[in-house]
Structures are given as structure tokens and as C-alpha cells.
């Protein structure tokens, strides 16, 4: 079955202590994204990769990282998370950059105190 | 840039009432358009999509949305709401790095 995997689905975790949210897909798409939704606000893209090695900035990019050394994995890093990191983040992933309709995953809650 | 309005944060139908959802876009060019529903807990589901042709597009759910270039507008309707229905609904547009609406939350009223 075609589908975007996100884990952790929930964490709650402490200001300052470096968090990783690991997304996975099985579809050899070469573009993913990691937006974050927050109420009012819709979802804003933080990054997005259209290859292995390649990535780049989205709308809100700061106080995150990504890395994309694999095609399948596509992981979030928050090295000093604050709690204005706390949110739903969403992985999204299509064949290149531009395909539509984009697959999502099932989204990771982030609670930072 | 590319962005998206819903002027609507909260709408609230009865249950066998017609609703209309407004979605307003900004795109240099010919656009790729979205609606997706979200339940509380859940993750995003697409409702449907708008690339070329016919401006009126059915989807899942008995959900359609007509595109007007004129208008720049993108609306979502539904003949008949059910409770079911309740839930946060994003229009997007597209189709590189895709901008979202800020979404707007349906109650269904018995």
C-alpha cells in the first residue's frame, strides 16, 4: 500500500532537548515536504526536498532542519526545540515537484514545554 | 506569490441544509486547486482537485467546487449537509510548493 509514514504520531517533550520526527514513504517519489499546521493559520511549508541531497527553504524554515541522504526518508530536525515549535507537522510526498495531488501522512503533534 | 483566502474561519449549517465553503486564490498562472476536509484527530483528506477542463468538479463525499478565473475563486458546495460532514476544510492551490487557506471549520447543527 502507497503511503507517507510519520512517527513519532505524538510527543510531548521539553524546551532545549533535540527532537527528530522521522517520515518514510514507499512510493520512489523524489519530492517531499514538511509543512506544519497551526489553527488559523492553515499549513505553512517549513522545508522541501525535490532529491537525495537536494533541499531547500520553504515559507518557515527557522529553527528547523532537514536531511535527505536517502530517497525514501525525509526526517525533521529540531535541535533546540521552543515551545512556539509546538504544533501539527504534516510529511508530504509526490513523484517530483509540481506532481499533484501530493500524499500526505497521518501528522505528528508536537506539545514542547 | 501564490496564496489562498477562505474569508469564512467557522460556518455553522443545519443538517439537510446546503453549504457553501469560499475559497480565493492568487496565482501567476494557470492553477492546480484543492480542497481537503480534516476531522478533529485526523490527517488531511483530499476531497478533490482542479488541473484543466471542466470548471465543475465532482468529488468524494457528494462535495463539488466550480473554478472561476474571473473571480479567482475556487468555491466548495454540497447539496445536502449530514453531521458527519463537521470538520476543518482547507483549500489549497498549486502545483509547486503548494499555499494553503488558513481553513474553515464547519458545525453541523441537528
Known amino acids: 500500500e502507497a503511503q507517507v509514514t510519520q512517527n513519532p504520531r505524538y510527543l510531548i517533550t521539553v524546551t532545549g532537548k533535540k527532537l527528530t520526527v522521522t517520515c518514510s514513504q514507499n512510493?520512489?517519489?523524489?519530492?517531499m515536504s514538511w509543512y506544519r499546521q497551526d489553527p488559523g493559520l492553515g499549513l505553512r511549508q517549513i522545508y522541501y526536498?525535490?532529491?537525495?541531497?537536494?533541499?531547500d527553504k520553504g515559507d518557515v524554515p527557522e529553527g528547523y532542519k532537514v536531511s535527505r541522504k536517502e530517497k525514501r526518508n525525509f526526517p525533521l530536525i529540531l535541535e533546540s526545540p521552543s515551545p512556539n515549535q509546538t504544533s501539527l507537522y504534516f510529511c508530504a510526498s509526490s513523484l517530483y515537484r509540481g506532481d499533484q495531488p501530493q500524499h500526505f501522512g497521518d501528522g505528528t503533534r508536537l506539545s514542547i514545554l | 506569490a501564490q496564496s489562498v483566502t477562505q474569508p469564512d474561519i467557522h460556518i455553522t449549517v443545519s443538517e439537510g441544509a446546503s453549504l457553501e465553503l469560499r475559497c480565493n486564490y492568487s496565482?501567476?498562472?494557470?492553477?492546480?486547486l484543492f480542497w481537503y476536509v480534516q476531522s478533529p484527530g485526523q490527517g488531511l483528506q483530499l476531497l478533490l482537485k482542479?488541473?484543466?477542463?471542466?470548471?465543475l468538479v465532482q468529488g468524494i463525499k457528494g462535495f463539488e467546487a466550480e473554478f472561476k478565473r474571473s473571480q479567482s475563486s475556487f468555491n466548495l458546495r454540497k447539496p445536502s449537509v449530514h453531521w458527519s460532514d463537521a470538520a476543518e476544510y482547507f483549500c489549497a492551490v498549486g502545483p509547486n510548493d503548494m499555499r494553503f487557506g488558513a481553513g474553515t471549520r464547519l458545525t453541523v447543527k441537528p
Open positions: 512510493m520512489n517519489h523524489e519530492y
Open positions: 526536498s525535490m532529491n537525495v541531497e537536494v533541499t
Open positions: 482542479y488541473f484543466s477542463g471542466d470548471t
Open positions: 496565482y501567476g498562472a494557470t492553477p492546480y
